[in-house]
């Protein structure tokens, strides 16, 4: 089974380049399904996530093309299938996003159930929710949900929770809706913004993505267009987290300043420099880092997607830190092996108290989830001796070339194929 060792690091440094946003793709692609005609997408990272989106797709009917520079073209102007079979599902959650452009395309869509993952049970009671409110019929059953409506209507959907992705499954179910949708206490994260720009490209016409009410007026067709995807937060916030963990001073481009807030915030408050620029940040740490606490939240709250290395960072601050995740209900299981590598935390339901201790220790350690793999890299950085990280292909579905990006920073790095 292939492993990634990290040996304890020098304080990382040099310029590192993000790559385009995995949460922004996933949806961006299956969106693809709604165009009569052939979509160009630029900035897409090689990650197993796009591969198996992009399965997903295949497999429904489309024709994609992968051309040199990240770019992609999708045709799906000969769909002609309306199901996504188990064996592609519990490869990835987010092949549930084919749900809406199916149902908005076929009027109807048969999709495997997803079914929870390491950090929580993740229902999608909100998306079908969403679809019932539009007309569809729902019935679940044998492991499959499946929705079918004559059309579509558009009405007012209030989300009980701002789900990201039941946001965006029905935001592109109301594409072609007829009539007006309103989604109520939606979610406001720059990905969905990502998506409507690009649908809105195709033709549709969405007004607030980006803010809690998203209306979407019906069209009759969507049309090909071109899009590149926005930058990934979630990776840049990791290398700007990895710099300041090592005492670093590291410049990473393709980063946007305004959807980094909640990490920028969140590191200054530690004591870490970080100037920002028009598209790249730099974050210099030169003098350790302090505790501090940290709530997810729906965006602009602090990500839950960074909570696992700013756990990873705060282990080995100046001080005791508390760590509440409100978003999922289970997303603690770095803890226990940043604890088996020298971590000072407790866990208390959906708590975490960590007191930074002066150092962590190399042990071998097993990557739950995708970002407790990152944390785990990044506390490998600084842990005396060496680190040897199990189950990294949780890693690969959300990072474009982790070693390579960080060997270049000069981390001490490498995979092994044993
Ligand atoms: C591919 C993608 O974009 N993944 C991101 C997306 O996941 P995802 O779209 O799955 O996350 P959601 O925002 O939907 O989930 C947030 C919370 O809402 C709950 N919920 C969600 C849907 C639903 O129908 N019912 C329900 O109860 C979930 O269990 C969870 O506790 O947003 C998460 C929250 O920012 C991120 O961590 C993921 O990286
Ligand atoms: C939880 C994540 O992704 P997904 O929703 O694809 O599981 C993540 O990117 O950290």
Same mark, same amino acid.
């Given at each position: 089974m292939a492993k990634i060792i990290v040996e304890k690091s020098a304080p990382l440094k040099g310029t590192v380049r993000v790559s385009g946003a995995k949460n922004s793709v996933l949806p961006i692609i299956a969106a693809?399904? *709604?165009?009569?005609e052939h979509c160009t997408l630029e900035d897409? #990272?090689?990650?197993k996530d796009v591969e198996v989106i992009c399965e997903v797709l295949t497999s429904i009917g489309s024709d994609i093309k992968k051309k040199p520079n990240g770019i992609i073209e999708i045709n799906s102007s000969r769909i002609d299938n309306f199901e996504a079979p188990y064996e592609l599902v519990r490869k990835m959650r987010?092949?549930? *996003?084919v749900m809406g452009p199916l149902l908005a395309r076929m009027g109807r869509a048969r999709i495997a159930l997803p079914g929870g993952c390491a950090i929580g049970t993740r229902p999608i009671d909100l998306h079908l929710k969403g679809f019932h409110a539009l007309g569809a019929k729902i019935d679940v059953g044998h492991g499959y949900v499946e929705a079918s409506a004559e059309k579509l209507v558009g009405d007012k959907i209030y989300l009980d929770f701002p789900s990201v992705g039941a946001t965006e499954n029905i935001m592109m179910a109301a594409t072609m809706a007829e009539g007006i949708t309103i989604i109520q206490n939606a979610a406001e994260e720059p990905e969905i913004v990502d998506l409507a720009n690009y649908l809105n490209g195709m033709g549709a016409q969405i007004? =607030?993505? =980006?803010?809690d009410t998203i209306r979407i007026q019906g069209v009759q067709a969507l049309k090909g267009t071109r899009h590149a995807v926005i930058p990934d937060r979630v990776e840049a916030g990791t290398y700007m987290v990895a710099a300041a963990m090592t005492g670093g001073d590291v410049t990473v481009l393709n980063a946007l300043p305004d959807h980094l807030k909640p990490i920028i915030a969140k590191l200054k408050e530690c004591g870490v420099e970080v100037q920002e620029n028009g598209d790249h940040v730099r974050v210099r740490a030169l003098n350790g880092v302090n505790s501090t606490d940290i709530k997810t939240l #729906?965006? #602009? =709250?602090?990500p839950t997607d960074m909570q696992a290395q700013f756990m990873a960072m705060l282990s080995i601050a100046k001080g005791t830190s508390v760590v509440i995740e409100t978003?999922?209900?289970?997303?603690?299981?770095h803890a226990g092996e940043l604890k088996r590598m020298g971590a000072d935390i407790k866990i208390e339901g959906r708590s975490a108290v960590v007191q930074g201790v002066d150092k962590l220790q190399g042990a071998q350690v097993t990557a739950t989830d995708l970002r407790a793999g990152a944390a785990l890299i990044l506390a490998g950085l600084i842990a005396d001796g060496k680190t040897e990280i199990g189950d990294i292909y949780h890693i690969e579905r959300g990072y474009v070339g982790i070693e390579d990006k960080l060997r270049q920073l000069g981390a001490k790095i490498y995979r092994s194929e044993d």
């Open positions: 693809s399904l *709604l165009a009569q897409i #990272p090689e990650l987010a092949s549930f *996003l007004k =607030g993505a =980006g803010t #729906p965006y #602009p =709250g602090f978003v999922f209900e289970n997303r603690f299981m």
